[in-house]
């Protein structure tokens, strides 16, 4: 059975950090895709930033540069390090595992965590 524990959210002033973490179980880590996605109030659901198997990785253009995704196979972690935030990132973030053709197209993932939330005051 696919599980997920996420955490790291919490409320920060803009300029500030936080950093996700997502503890995933119940499927083999290594062979699929993750990505962290997020969704602000009344607006759909968006990639933030996703790896796939092969290591590449793709990134939100709003959060480029500021934004880093890594992976612990080991630890079976997936994170993801978020600098100089902004307002617009406010939402509940969630990280998500799957075999899409697209990795930040959320409709194409079939597993998720429960969310955490991300809140960024001006």
């Known amino acids: 059975q696919v599980h997920f524990v996420e955490s790291g959210g919490g409320s920060v002033q803009a300029g500030g950090s936080l950093r996700l973490s997502c503890t995933a179980s119940?499927?083999?880590?290594?062979?699929?895709?993750m990505g962290w996605f997020r969704q602000a109030p009344g607006k759909e659901r968006e990639g933030v930033a996703a790896?796939?198997?092969?290591?590449?990785?793709r990134y939100l253009d709003s959060v480029k540069g500021r934004f880093t995704i890594s992976q612990d196979n080991s630890m079976r972690t997936l994170n993801l390090q978020m600098n100089r935030l902004k307002p617009e990132d406010t939402g509940i973030y969630y990280c998500a595992a799957g075999h899409p053709n697209l990795v930040l197209d959320y409709r194409q993932y079939t597993n998720w965590g429960q969310g955490t939330q991300v809140t960024v005051s001006s």
């Open positions: 790896l796939d198997t092969w290591g590449i990785i």
């Open positions: 119940g499927f083999t880590f290594e062979d699929t895709d």
